[in-house]
């Protein structure tokens, strides 16, 4: 580091809080590996000229930017939507990524995750917390237009999260809020400025106001609940012009785009219910791009590329412990280590896939501890199953959605149990029954054993609030141990990533052993496209189009 970049430095940290430096002294002590530090970095704040600082400091290689080849101008992408959006495209009540991506081209969110877990400013300009990280103060961009033509101000993002955080309004995103924001802890700081008073410290604020809380797209103070196909009100590159509901939806460029003037002249999407179907289109040409989507046949065809990066997605196998027999904990481990986890893994996702172990700790996140990986030992699953008292083992069946993945998933696990003993019986469902329904009566979260697939997450902290805390809105499990609970919030609080990780052991061990869920394998973040597909940029949850290309 030359001598002037060390005096910014040095003047940087002086003038810095106390979790900006945190975060540095992770870097310098070795605590945080360079991806680690970027992702933490940018979520408490950390300029690039910052962090470029502390990188030299560090002795790493300096921050890098790619250069973008002129973009090619014109043209219509041909979209492929995976999956039937479970209900109305509604943002605030979102519960399936396939509803996400219909919105996704026309609306956009304070802060964007990208593809290596980083929370980055999108309609927010910058953050700062207290040393706390108990009060959260957002400063937006300016003159951002909505697609009403009014400007976008403190009070949209307000009311956005007004909305989203308030239990009356029926908002699927209250899982992420819920201990962490209420709506009396949203206030405006001027017509740019937003802050959030958070219930409990939260290191992780950042995630949830962004991609993250896949529901909480911006939209205006006068938003009126069911206008969103009808009046477009996004502020996204795109203007939804048409949506025929769960077949295909249209969009043209926004001029007015903040981000400036998009190469594309538009988007045509069309919505898949089978993933073959979707497949055979890519594979045709009729469709040039699918999002949140792979199968390992597509691996090395010409004219394609394969876009991914480790991630957090996984189908997760929810017993419940509150019904026998799942309610011995001997049992559900039994289960567990009847599981053929490698072959699961290759057969779910080829070469790209990862092992899982059984709590929502992908190896994608810095802060996730080394614990043993549970292994395959059918000899241990039995005397397990002995010693609850079903030494013959049992009868149980096991409901989830007929797709594909969740499919291949059930299947694996039926024939992994009837080698212990355990006979299971599959209830294939269409996804439309199988998320229908009240919380208190649709299957997957109600039926004694389930497999449901989870996207992506870019932090830990979501998975945790809604499945495995007491109370959890999405807890299928019915799991509930206030050491547990505690831990979570100590995890949420903590800013040193060795606190971090000690919290994140504590949790990782106490789940091998109460084992509620099986987390069977860990999926890349995928996408695939054709070659002609430039500026694509792969995120853990929804879309970017804003830059995207074709070339002819």
Not at 42 to 62: H, Q, R, T, V, Y
Not at 332 to 348: E, F, G, H, N
Not at 445 to 467: D, S
Request: with cysteine.
């Amino acid at each position: 580091m030359d001598r002037e970049t060390r005096r910014q430095f040095e003047e940087f940290r002086r003038g810095a809080g106390p979790i900006e430096n945190q975060v540095i002294d992770d870097l310098l002590d070795g605590s945080c590996d360079r991806s680690g530090f970027l992702q933490r970095g940018a979520m408490f704040g950390l300029s690039i000229s910052a962090l470029g600082a502390a990188l030299a400091a560090a002795g790493e290689a300096p921050l890098a930017f790619a250069r973008s080849n002129r973009l090619q101008a014109g043209g219509r992408l041909k979209f492929g939507i995976n999956g039937q959006p479970y209900g109305a495209i509604e943002p605030y009540t979102f519960n399936s990524i396939s509803g996400v991506d219909v919105a996704a081209p026309s609306a956009e969110y304070l802060a964007r995750i990208t593809g290596r877990m980083v929370a980055v400013p999108e309609l927010a300009l910058s953050w700062k917390a207290n040393s706390a990280a108990s009060r959260w103060t957002i400063t937006l961009r300016p003159k951002v237009k909505f697609h009403t033509g009014q400007t976008m101000s403190a009070a949209d993002v307000i009311a956005t999260y007004k909305r989203l955080t308030d239990p009356a309004q029926g908002s699927a995103a209250l899982s992420n809020f819920k201990g962490v924001l209420s709506p009396d802890g949203i206030s405006a700081g001027g017509r740019n400025t937003v802050i959030f008073d958070l219930e409990s410290p939260n290191a992780f604020f950042p995630y949830l106001i962004g991609s993250t809380s896949y529901q909480s797209m911006i939209l205006p103070a006068s938003y009126q609940p069911g206008t969103f196909i009808s009046k477009p009100q996004g502020t996204g590159p795109f203007v939804l012009k048409a949506y025929n509901t769960s077949v295909s939806a249209t969009y043209d460029r926004f001029p007015r785009w903040w981000g400036g003037h998009t190469p594309l002249d538009g988007i045509d999407s069309t919505i898949y219910a089978a993933l073959p179907a979707m497949w055979a289109a890519l594979l045709s040409g009729s469709i040039q791009l699918v999002d949140d989507g792979f199968d390992p046949s597509v691996d090395g065809k010409p004219n394609l590329h394969v876009y991914a990066l480790p991630g957090a997605s996984q189908g997760q196998v929810a017993m419940r412990v509150d019904m026998p027999p799942w309610n011995d904990y001997r049992v559900r481990q039994a289960l567990a280590y009847s599981i053929d986890r490698p072959t699961l893994a290759k057969a779910l996702y080829g070469k790209r896939g990862t092992i899982g172990n059984d709590t929502p700790f992908s190896p994608a996140y810095p802060y996730t501890a080394k614990v043993p990986q549970r292994k395959q030992n059918l000899t241990l699953a039995k005397q397990l199953l002995a010693a609850s008292g079903h030494p013959n083992g049992f009868s149980a069946t096991l409901t989830t959605g007929n797709e594909q993945y969740k499919k291949t998933i059930a299947e694996v696990v039926q024939a992994s149990a009837k080698k212990i003993g355990i006979d299971i019986t599959l209830e294939l469902l269409d996804p439309s029954v199988y998320y229908g329904g009240s919380p208190t009566a649709t299957p997957w979260l109600n039926a004694p054993f389930t497999v449901t697939t989870w996207a992506n997450r870019p932090t830990v902290m979501n998975y945790l609030t809604a499945t495995l805390i007491t109370g959890g809105a999405w807890n299928a499990a019915r799991y509930s141990n206030p050491k547990f609970d505690a831990l979570v919030k100590s995890f949420a609080a903590a800013i040193a990533l060795k606190d971090q990780r000690k919290y994140a052991k504590q949790m990782q061990l106490m789940l091998l052993h109460d084992t509620p869920n099986l987390s069977l394998a860990w999926a890349p973040i995928t996408s695939v496209g054709s070659t002609r597909v430039h500026g694509f940029p792969l995120l853990p949850i929804g879309i970017s189009m804003g830059k995207v290309s074709l070339s002819k």
